[in-house]
């Protein structure tokens, strides 16, 4: 069953990105362009064959732009704003949740607003980075330096203990092992609309110790 896109999220994480400063709007829709540009031309030409220069020509900016943006190729392709969106959203969730109950209910928004306005770009990363080496290796260096930072920031938060905390940092890993389960779900064949309703099970299944 397919997870039904709450009007409400959608209009709340759009709003958030509309009340950036100016400035960092400007950067927004400068990344986007260029990731935009670098999703056609992977998918046209292959990610081995595509070059930053050819990226920044169909961007319109140079290859020292391209770089400001994007450290390196392959951050083009698993680099997103959705970390800032969600901590700000998991912060907003009542203090009596458990991080894990914190953390569905955060992906219950954050997931819709990614399907209504990234859906294209989502899939086409997921595959990539699926295919291709070097992405899966800086996916992984891309979880631990941000998103696993993030989430250890905010689970400590929650619980009252150091981000250095051995279960703090084991149980982040858990939850990040889980949402990998649950793309590569879909790359083997289930529907990119069940997505949601998969990460949720699988965040569910976890909060329960994953009994078997």
């Keep these: ?3 039904p896109l709450p009007e409400h999220a959608i209009d709340r ?5 509309e009340r950036l400063p100016l400035r960092e709007r400007k950067k927004l829709r400068t990344r986007r362009a260029i990731q935009d540009q670098a999703l056609r031309l992977f998918e046209e030409q292959g990610y081995d064959e595509t070059t930053v220069e050819q990226i920044a020509a169909a961007a319109e900016i140079s290859p020292s732009t391209f770089f400001r943006y994007f ?3 392959e951050d083009v392709v698993v680099t997103d704003e959705y ?3 969600m901590a700000e959203l998991f912060r907003e969730q009542p203090a009596d949740l458990s991080p894990i109950e914190a953390l569905r209910a955060t992906m219950r928004e954050i997931l819709p607003q990614m399907y209504e306005t990234d859906l294209d770009a989502m899939t086409a990363r ?5 295919c291709v080496p070097a992405l899966r290796a800086r996916t992984f260096e891309s979880l631990r330096e941000g998103t696993h930072a993030v989430l250890k920031e905010l689970v400590a938060e929650r619980v009252g203990r150091s ?3 051995a279960d703090v940092k084991t149980f982040t890993w858990a939850v990040l092992g ?4 649950a793309m590569y779900e879909w790359l083997d064949g289930a529907p990119i609309e069940n997505l949601p309703a998969v990460v949720d099970r699988n965040l569910e299944f976890l909060s ?4 078997l």
Excluded at 13 to 17: A, E, F, N
Excluded at 178 to 181: G, M, S
Excluded at 208 to 211: I, K, L, M, T, V
């Design 1 to 3: 069953m397919s997870t």
């Design 13 to 17: 994480l759009q709003d958030r990105l």
């Design 71 to 73: 450290p390196t190729k």
């Design 83 to 85: 970390d800032p969106i």
């Design 126 to 130: 997921m595959r990539l980075t699926a």
């Design 163 to 165: 981000q250095d905390d």
């Design 178 to 181: 889980v949402l990998q389960a």
């Design 208 to 211: 329960r110790g994953c009994p």
